[in-house]
Structure formats: structure tokens, C-alpha cells
């Protein structure tokens, strides 16, 4: 018999990074009994390692928020990047399989071409452009194969939060060195709080133990949309500071090694299907969460 929703436990994979930090925090928060494992306790390259930690602590739900997301290292280190975010995934749903767990598995906007001109939604067909997204589509395609029934894929994008380095703590760091700053206006995504998404994950888990939510793909990024222009003007206002100060450019103005997705924008109707309500606007997140991501910035530059 399954543990009861009050009685499971929660297996946190990737339990070190910014995304896994704030999920042991919601599960905490929320009552749940969680089991955190960072890269040091468990080698998901490992399949034997896999299914030890599963026997072992036996959860009835477990989040993989392990990944590689050095995306442009993915473009020479492909295989290095497909063991953990393909083969990583595939081991963890064949232990889930065995041992009856459900899994959540987090995935990206790289999965799609990027070239789209409305939100995608989750059922839009995938066609990554670089090394990093053709192996976390691998990844995706594992969990679903191998569990129908008790896999759950979460799509997110633009992650930010307090817990690693990211575009919001850059920008923050950049306006208190930089006169001007020129940053790309013709990529357009969805700014996404890893708090927001630790919360929408834990909510998705219950549904899934509840037998309310169906398995499958879902899309876990903040509501609205702007470009990585707009999300700095609107950094530079939290901080005080005239956003006149933030300049539009290209893309071609930053050539990087793995291309970067000119649309990222992901539709949220499936959360419909499970009662339960998508992230809010990305302004009001960031408001949010701005003033602690302040506060981190200013300790650690004060250190």
C-alpha cells in the first residue's frame, strides 16, 4: 500500500541548487517529510546508486531538480551533459517504477525551437536547437516512457532565486558597476521565482498522491511575458535606479555557443486538469522576491 499523503516521503534530487534549496524549503514549510540528496549523496549517472537511494528511503515522491545546466559547456560536452539530464532521469524512473514512486522531473524551454509566436503548449512539438536541450528532451522522453501513470514533467524557464547565480543576482550586481547597460531585447520569455516553482511542484505532488492530478507534461513558469530587457528595467526600479539606464540590443550583440531560444513563452492549460492554479505574473513574483535576493547580494559584497 501506498504511504498516505501525511505519512510520505519526498525525495529531492539536486538538493544543493538554488531550485532544490526553496523545494526542501516548501516541503518544510509545508509539513512534508523530505530527504534531501545533493550531488555528493547520489551520482544519478549511477543506476545501482539510484536504486539503492530509493530502496533505501522508500518516497512516494521524488523530485529531480539534478540537472547539468552549463548550456553552452553542452555543445563540446554532450555526452557529459546527456548522462545526467537523459540518463539520469531514465534511472530514476526505473527505480520509481520498481518501487512504486511517483516522479517530477524539471525540464526546460530547450526542448522547443524557440521560434514559435504564441505560448507553446505542452503537447507543442519539440525540436531543441542546441546540445543542452536535445539532452534534457532525452530526459523528458524517459520519464514518460517508462512511467505513463506516475511521471510528471515540469517545463520551466528564466529561473531565478537566492540560492545560485542567475540573471536577476548578475543584473544586481552589474548596476553598481556599470554607467549604461546593454542587454538583449528580442528574446522573450517568463522571468520564474524557484520559490513560485518549489510551491507549484509541491502542490503538483500532492495531486499526483491524491490521484487528482494526471501525469504527463505541465509547464511550470510565471504568468506574462518580456524580454530580458524589460526584466532588467524593471530590476533596475526595484533597486531604485533609472531604468533609462538599461539599453536595448540583439542577440547578435552576444553570440553565444548554443542558441539561445528567441521565443520561450510556455502555455499553462494543463494545470486546469489538476485544480490547480499556474504562477502569477513574473512582476509580481520578482517583487516578491526581489528585496531577500537584495539582501544576499548585499551580504555576500559586504563579506
Not at 517504477?97 to 511517483?102: I, L, N, S
Not at 511542484?201 to 500532492?206: C, H, V
Not at 524589460?230 to 531604468?243: N, V
Not at 538599461?246 to 552576444?254: C, D, G, K, L, N
Request: hydrophobic share 40%.
Amino acid at each position: 500500500m501506498n504511504p498516505t499523503q501525511e505519512q510520505a516521503v519526498w525525495l529531492v534530487t539536486g538538493a544543493g541548487g538554488m531550485l532544490g534549496q526553496d523545494v526542501l524549503a516548501a516541503l518544510a514549510a509545508g509539513g512534508e517529510r523530505a530527504v534531501a540528496l545533493d550531488r555528493a549523496a547520489l551520482d544519478l549517472t549511477d543506476p545501482e546508486a539510484v536504486g539503492r537511494a530509493l530502496e533505501e528511503h522508500r518516497p512516494a515522491v521524488v523530485v529531480n531538480c539534478a540537472a547539468w545546466t552549463a548550456v553552452d559547456d553542452a555543445e563540446t560536452r554532450e555526452a557529459e551533459a546527456l548522462a545526467i539530464n537523459g540518463d539520469g532521469p531514465a534511472h530514476l524512473a526505473a527505480a520509481c517504477a520498481r518501487t512504486g514512486a511517483v516522479l517530477l522531473h524539471v525540464s526546460t524551454d530547450y526542448v522547443f525551437a524557440g521560434d514559435a509566436g504564441s505560448p507553446y503548449a505542452e503537447d507543442a512539438p519539440t525540436a531543441p536547437r542546441s546540445a543542452y536541450g536535445r539532452t534534457k528532451l532525452a530526459g523528458e522522453r524517459a520519464v514518460l516512457t517508462t512511467l505513463p501513470a506516475r511521471g510528471y514533467v515540469v517545463r520551466t524557464a528564466w529561473l531565478y532565486g537566492t540560492g545560485g547565480p542567475n540573471f536577476v543576482r548578475t543584473m544586481i550586481r552589474l548596476e553598481g558597476v556599470k554607467d549604461t547597460l546593454d542587454v538583449v531585447d528580442d528574446q522573450r520569455g517568463q522571468p520564474t521565482w524557484s520559490a513560485d516553482l518549489a510551491g507549484l511542484l509541491l502542490a503538483l505532488g500532492r495531486g499526483a498522491l491524491a490521484g487528482t492530478a494526471p501525469a504527463g507534461i505541465y509547464h511550470g513558469t510565471s504568468s506574462g511575458e518580456t524580454t530580458w530587457y524589460g526584466l532588467t528595467r524593471e530590476i533596475f526600479r526595484l533597486l531604485g535606479t533609472d531604468p533609462d539606464r538599461v539599453r536595448p540590443t540583439t542577440s547578435e550583440a552576444f553570440v553565444r555557443p548554443a542558441p539561445r531560444p528567441a521565443y520561450s513563452v510556455l502555455g499553462h492549460e494543463r494545470f486546469a486538469e489538476a485544480g490547480i492554479e499556474p504562477l502569477r505574473d513574473w512582476r509580481a513574483a520578482l517583487a516578491e522576491a526581489f528585496p531577500e535576493i537584495h539582501r544576499v547580494h548585499e551580504k555576500e559584497n559586504a563579506a
